[in-house]
């Protein structure tokens, strides 16, 4: 059974940074691509960022390009966002979502359950 | 504002069939194919739909998608109570060079 578990999120004032972690299993992690897909308060989806499945393709949203990075340790099947310079706009869910396939652009077809981060002094 | 145009709303009474239109351009829908996702409260996000009018396996067939031009549409046949969930379609733009969702449509099953 395909398992992705976030961890990481809380309470953090506006400036400041948090790391965002995902643990997969039950499936081949390294042969997929991975993706950070967030849902503001009241808001719709909205794609993060996300990473092939070697991590040769990298792409980010314009709204965090340059304050978010995210990465992959294949040997450990987990994801990271590292989240900087934090923002209020920031606050949301943030879901770890896996990719259909090897590339970007491929559907998403599994999400975890998610991790909040609140944005707030 | 969103890349891809969705109604904010939508709804029907059970067993009814119901279609939510997904709007887009020549750089998104116009030249990639499109998913939809249903997303219940309180729950994570799932694939309903993808590669324009594929089911994932276990999503009934009741749920069914489609794609003409810049343009893509969710149809639901035998609107159930559990139906009730917002559902966002989504592709690749290739101008942006990211992947893009509608703003969501929210269902209610009157």
């Known amino acids: 059974e395909v398992q992705l578990v976030e961890s990481g999120g809380g309470l953090v004032k506006p400036g400041r940074s948090l790391r965002l972690s995902c643990a997969a299993s039950?499936?081949?992690?390294?042969?997929?691509?991975m993706h950070w897909v967030r849902e503001a308060p009241g808001k719709g989806l909205e794609w993060v960022s996300g990473l092939s499945w070697n991590g040769g393709t990298i792409g980010y949203a314009d709204s965090v390009k340059g304050r978010f990075t995210i990465s992959r340790d294949n040997a450990k099947n987990s994801l990271s966002l590292q989240l900087y310079s934090l923002r209020a706009e920031d606050t949301a869910f943030y879901y770890c979502?896996?990719?259909?396939?090897?590339?970007?652009?491929?559907?998403?077809?599994?999400w975890g359950q998610g991790t909040m981060v609140t944005v707030s002094s | 504002q969103s890349v891809l145009t969705q109604p904010p709303s939508a709804s029907g009474t059970p067993g009814q069939r119901v279609t939510i239109s997904c709007s887009g351009s020549?750089?998104?829908?116009?030249?990639?194919?499109v998913n939809w996702y249903q997303h219940l409260p309180g729950t994570a996000p799932k694939l309903l739909i993808y590669s324009n009018n594929q089911r994932p396996s276990g999503v009934p067939d009741r749920f069914s998608g489609s794609k003409s031009g810049t343009s893509a549409s969710l149809a639901i046949r035998g609107l159930q109570s559990v139906d009730e969930a917002d559902y966002y379609c989504?592709?690749?733009?290739?101008?942006?060079?990211?992947?893009?969702f509608g703003g969501g449509t929210k269902l209610n099953v009157l």
């Open positions: 989504a592709t690749w733009d290739d101008s942006l060079n990211v992947p893009v």
């Open positions: 020549s750089s998104n829908i116009g030249s990639n194919t």
């Open positions: 039950g499936f081949i992690f390294a042969d997929y691509a």
């Open positions: 979502v896996k990719g259909s396939d090897s590339s970007v652009h491929d559907a998403f077809d599994m």
